[in-house]
């Protein structure tokens, strides 16, 4: 238990860090803008009690958007997130069947499943993210286009980091 | 109260959700200007909308008394026209000669009212009694005579043009100086021919042939164009040919017309009727 909490610490740190000071100068022409910290809402652990789940996100999302000087703009992104997240495990996870300490990793859940999983919360996290950013559907074409590519870069940067993690732990 | 707490417990992701997307949006809202400003811009947007219709009704409404408003603002933009104005210049050359005594001078006059299809058509000219025009006086364009001065007000003139019954004129033939008297309106009421009478059968008049005038009367000086020439014919057991002219003023374009002042007119005239008098 105390591992789960600190090593998701850590990855929280991690990701806030990573995204604050190294994500957020890289980004083509403002249209592809990878937000890899949500990546920390994806592998919470299944038995997150909503509760924390919807205070973490709403957490995460405060740090980075005061680092972002965008307050409140992400927090309701991870809001959301979390909110998909739920209904998305819900429709298809049976809890019961998994071992103890179960976590949405990709080398437990599998590439398929994984994929899909981040692929729709990521899309769910940035449409609202750009929507709210822009507040307006008159350029409603240009939020489109950047929802598609930063999802795109997002879930690709998250794909690499699980691969990465995923064989240093099959070593 | 129970089934409310567990149908809470069983949705409360959703709760959550709703709790924490509210305390999200309030603080986007509340501390980003950009979209605090396009919040109130559109709340601003609805309200200005619904005045904007209430307006186009009350607007609507409201007609009648616009447009008089806007009818009697026109009729005082128009009195402060220019062309509503009367322009009272006079524009009369003199030229001071001491070798040589100025016998006519002329006045400049706008046309202002103008007819050419009636049996007799008359002119109105914006220079009357106040400029020193005078009824009698012969009136000339540049392009030819125009008529003779009718009635007289202080300000307006109007004119007998060329083209009333009642207008002869002296006029002569250029080649051959025979002379006779141009009048308009016997047979004919085209505006742009008259008819030259009282040329003696044996001048030979041709087609071409200038017509001015002779000066013969103080109205007009001599030598002012008239027309031309445009046909001639001899009736057999007639002393006179009858000769159509073309006139050389054309009166449909008429503007500006000079009135013609004779400064011995009046010496003139007197010695004339003396010499008439002692004849009778």
């Known amino acids: 238990m105390i591992r789960i909490i600190v090593s998701n610490l850590i990855r929280f740190s991690l990701l806030v860090f990573i995204q604050v000071f190294l994500l957020k100068n890289i980004g083509y022409y403002n249209l592809s803008v990878p ?3 949500i990546l920390f809402i994806l592998l919470l652990p299944f038995e ?3 509760w924390l789940l919807f205070l973490l996100s709403f957490l995460l999302g405060l740090t980075v958007d005061s680092f972002y000087d965008t307050l409140g703009v992400n927090a309701a992104a991870c809001t959301v997130l979390a909110l998909v997240r739920v209904i998305f495990i819900n429709l298809t996870v049976q809890r019961l069947s998994f071992e103890i300490e179960p976590e949405p990793k990709l080398g437990i859940m599998g590439f398929r499943w994984f994929f899909f999983y981040a692929s729709i919360l990521t899309i769910a996290h940035h449409t609202i993210l750009f929507v709210i950013e822009d507040f307006s559907f008159n350029d409603f074409y240009y939020t489109l286009i950047r929802i598609i590519l930063s999802s795109l870069f997002t879930v690709f940067l998250m794909l690499v980091a699980e691969f990465i993690f995923y064989r240093q732990k099959e070593r | 109260m129970r089934n409310l707490l567990i149908f809470i417990s069983k949705y409360n992701a959703f709760f959550f959700f709703v709790i924490f997307f509210t305390l999200s949006l309030i603080l986007v809202i509340r501390n980003n200007s950009f979209q605090r400003a396009s919040t109130l811009n559109s709340s601003n947007r609805l309200i200005g909308q619904a005045y904007e219709r209430y307006n186009t009704l009350q607007k609507y409404l409201r007609l009648a008394q616009v447009s008089d408003s806007l009818a009697a603002e026109n009729a005082k933009l128009r009195n402060q026209l ?7 210049k006079v524009e009369q050359r003199t030229i001071n000669d001491t070798t040589t ?9 706008q046309v202002v009212n103008n007819s050419i299809h009636q049996k007799n058509n008359s002119i109105t000219i914006d220079k009357g009694k106040m400029h020193g025009i005078e009824e ?3 009136v000339i364009c540049s392009s030819g005579i125009v008529g003779i001065v009718d009635n007289v007000s202080t300000h307006y003139a109007t ?3 060329l083209l009333h019954q009642d207008i002869k ?3 002569r033939i250029t080649e051959s100086q025979a002379f006779g008297s141009l009048v308009w309106g016997q047979e004919n009421y085209n505006p742009r021919f008259a008819s030259l009478k009282d040329i003696p059968n044996h001048v030979d008049v041709k087609k071409g042939h200038h017509i001015v005038t002779s000066g013969y009367s103080s109205l007009f ?8 020439v445009k046909e001639s014919r001899k009736k057999s057991g007639e002393i006179s040919s009858d000769i159509r002219v073309v006139l050389s003023t054309d009166f449909s374009t008429l503007a500006y017309v000079y009135v013609v002042k004779s400064t011995m007119a009046a010496e003139r005239q007197a010695v004339e009727t003396e010499s008439q008098t002692e004849n009778d």
């Open chain 1, 35 to 37: 937000f890899l910290y």
């Open chain 1, 48 to 50: 997150t009690p909503n």
């Open chain 2, 82 to 88: 220019k062309t509503s104005f009367y322009n009272g």
């Open chain 2, 101 to 109: 005594l100025q016998q006519y001078t002329f006045i400049v006059a």
């Open chain 2, 136 to 138: 009698g006086m012969g």
């Open chain 2, 159 to 161: 004119i007998k043009s």
């Open chain 2, 169 to 171: 004129i002296s006029a």
């Open chain 2, 221 to 228: 000086p001599a030598g002012i164009s008239i027309g031309q």
